[in-house]
């Protein structure tokens, strides 16, 4: 980073790596539950970083795509401890996940059509539909703020239903964003650059990919997902289905929602879907692959982004281009619910537990880890 956060002393690697491991393994809830998490323990009890310094950080990790929860943390381990804090505190924070998810992919493939499996899995898939839609409905509050957004959005959703590639969906966004912004001050001379820099990584991968499976081509496929994946860790569920279900026939529907709730069971990043997928496809190997794949951008992003901060920030193109992003996100994820949805809700118990569990997510705040529970269980006892 060009003016990374300054700290009056370095903190022990092995500090760092045993705060990220404790983080890891609490952080149920998805990225706005992680986020509150480090900020109780690496501004509040540890002292590491001020408030303000914590926010500029976050504000860097949402400037870039990948899991930005993981940005977050390898930002502060790099502010912390240097070059072994950022490699430190991103392993540290996804390995407990990465082993959790592993294991129950192991499970899954030896059991998984054993009632038991078969009825908790039946009872998560309804949650994990719950908590996505109530996800787009927190987040369309902030993105959908003009008639702008709202068209841009409606056609968003229009493209990705009928087909068009998640990535030149998201790219078409934000250069519609930036061409509206860039009508507006023609006549300033404005012009700053910024946009076509934060269009690299949009690009990056963006072509389709047409492979029989192998390790590597497993690990291109997750590797273009972290280089291109903006907005919330559910908008992963788009890029999956369109590349692994849909592109590759390497997944079923139901697997991929599969996937999905055994990310929700487990703390940590919702990115360790991968994890599962990759167990699948190709046993302990493909886990390691996948995961080293969809995580890998975010190291590199985190550690070449710092220069462009600043200048992002006073950017209004800049900004423009990320909210094109955003709206674009919001529109992949709500077209992969419903689609995903058709299959989740597939009888009225399912139904009943979706409904049940929207409500308590919206009226009455249950936290999704608890919901997950709860929905497992049901399934355990209801849906066997």
């Given at each position: 980073?060009?003016?990374?956060?300054?700290?009056?002393?370095?903190?022990?690697?092995?500090?760092?790596?045993?705060?990220?491991?404790?983080?890891?393994?609490?952080?149920?809830?998805?990225?706005?539950?992680?986020?509150?998490?480090?900020?109780?323990?690496?501004?509040?009890?540890?002292?590491?970083l001020t408030r303000e310094e914590f926010l500029d950080l976050l504000g860097a990790a949402n400037l870039i795509p990948g899991p930005n929860s993981t940005e977050l943390a390898i930002h502060v381990g790099f502010v912390r401890a240097g070059w072994p804090g950022l490699v430190a505190a991103g392993v540290c924070f996804i390995l407990p996940a990465a082993v959790i998810v592993a294991a129950l992919a192991w499970g899954y493939v030896r059991y998984g059509a054993l009632p038991a499996i078969t009825g908790i899995l039946a009872g998560v898939k309804p949650?994990?539909?719950?908590?996505?839609?109530?996800?787009?409905?927190?987040?369309?509050?902030?993105?959908?703020?003009?008639?702008?957004?709202?068209?841009?959005?409606?056609?968003?959703?229009?493209?990705?239903?009928?087909?068009?590639?998640?990535?030149?969906?998201?790219?078409?966004?934000?250069?519609?964003?930036?061409?509206?912004?860039?009508?507006?001050?023609?006549?300033?001379?404005?012009?700053?650059?910024?946009?076509?820099?934060?269009?690299?990584?949009?690009?990056?991968?963006?072509?389709?990919?047409?492979?029989?499976f192998s390790l590597g081509a497993l690990f291109l496929v997750f590797l273009k997902i972290g280089a291109v994946l903006f907005g919330s860790g559910y908008v992963l569920l788009a890029f999956l289905r369109n590349d692994l279900v849909i592109r590759l026939g390497w997944l079923t529907e139901r697997q991929l929602l599969d996937?999905?709730?055994?990310?929700?069971?487990?703390?940590?990043p919702v990115f360790t879907a991968a994890t599962f997928v990759g167990y699948l496809l190709g046993g302990a190997a493909g886990a390691l692959v996948a995961t080293v794949g969809i995580f890998l951008p975010a190291f590199v992003f985190v550690a070449l982004s710092g220069p462009l901060v600043p200048r992002v920030r006073r950017s209004p193109t800049a900004r423009a281009v990320l909210d094109g992003v955003n709206v674009a996100s919001l529109a992949l994820m709500l077209v992969v619910t419903i689609q995903l949805g058709r299959e989740a809700l597939g009888g009225p118990v399912a139904i009943a537990i979706a409904v049940a569990s929207a409500v308590a997510l919206m009226r009455y705040r249950v936290s999704a880890a608890s919901l997950v529970l709860a929905g497992a269980t049901l399934g355990l006892l209801l849906l066997r």
């Open positions: 980073m060009a003016e990374p956060v300054r700290v009056a002393t370095r903190t022990p690697l092995g500090e760092i790596a045993r705060c990220f491991l404790r983080l890891g393994l609490v952080s149920f809830g998805g990225p706005a539950a992680h986020v509150a998490l480090m900020e109780e323990e690496i501004v509040r009890r540890r002292r590491w949650v994990v539909i719950a908590i996505v839609a109530n996800a787009i409905l927190q987040l369309g509050r902030g993105v959908l703020t003009s008639r702008a957004a709202i068209l841009l959005g409606v056609a968003c959703a229009t493209a990705a239903a009928l087909g068009a590639h998640e990535i030149a969906i998201l790219a078409a966004a934000g250069v519609a964003m930036w061409l509206g912004v860039a009508v507006r001050d023609a006549g300033r001379g404005r012009d700053d650059g910024a946009p076509r820099a934060l269009a690299l990584p949009l690009l990056t991968g963006a072509a389709g990919l047409s492979l029989p996937a999905v709730a055994v990310g929700q069971v487990t703390p940590g």
